[in-house]
T-cell receptor, first 115, second 112 residues
């Protein structure tokens, strides 16, 4: 089946540290891949996306590269800030011949950044 | 452009009751999807509507239903509420299939 696996959290970092959150996927076909972020008490915000192999999504200093050979889409940021503290979700979307698409999410990784 | 709005933001209901949640998509978006978020099961797809038609449904019992109106606004209904239905219900809108989905703030439902 189709699924997303994320590294378990919480991830605790000091401000300005380097961040990596691992994400791997299993999918039939060629998925689009996404990272969403959820701040406390809020819905999900799209952080970045990639729609085909070797695409790099980037936004607000975050980056992730679609690696088909390793079925991975790891999230990275060179220097985290306290304001980056949130829960990060990796997700995939598949286009089926029936014409629907839905997001399949990983379990989420909580990031806590301390000053 | 206004984002996705969901009402109400918080609800407390009793077991056995029914509830209706509302979602207004971003202007011009015709696809609306619903997701349930719980600590135990994470984020799970409920259903998707496009042009007033349900295009797909997730693995939820028939107590969960929805509809979409001609202006793309959507409602979801849960009948005969159970304690396990306590969750954050998120609505997402997109232009159509294949486009990124934008989420609302969610409705927090507590069943007592």
């Amino acid at each position: 089946g189709n699924s997303v696996t994320q590294m378990e959290g919480p991830v605790t970092l000091s401000e300005e540290a380097f961040l990596t959150i691992n994400c791997t996927y299993t999918a039939t076909g060629y998925p689009s891949l996404f990272w969403y972020v959820q701040y406390p008490g809020e819905g999900l915000q799209l952080l970045l996306k990639a729609t085909k192999a070797d695409d790099k999504g980037s936004n607000k200093g975050f980056e992730a590269t679609y690696r088909k050979e390793t079925t991975s889409f790891h999230l990275e940021k060179g220097s985290v800030q306290v304001s980056d503290s949130a829960v990060y979700f990796c997700a995939l979307s598949l286009m089926f011949s029936g014409g629907y698409n839905k997001l399949i999410f990983g379990a989420g990784t909580r990031l806590a950044v301390h000053p | 452009k206004a984002g996705v709005t969901q009402t109400p933001r918080y609800l407390i209901k009793t077991r056995g009751q029914q509830v209706t949640l509302s979602c207004s998509p971003i202007s011009g978006h015709r696809s609306v999807s619903w997701y349930q978020q719980t600590p135990g099961q994470g984020l799970q797809f409920l259903f998707e509507y496009f042009s007033e038609t349900q295009r797909n449904k997730g693995n939820f019992p028939g107590r969960f239903s929805g509809r979409q109106f001609s202006n793309s606004r959507s409602e979801m209904n849960v009948s005969t509420l159970e304690l396990g239905d306590s969750a954050l219900y998120l609505c997402a809108s997109s232009l159509d299939r294949g486009y990124e989905q934008y989420f609302g703030p969610g409705t927090r439902l507590t069943v007592t």
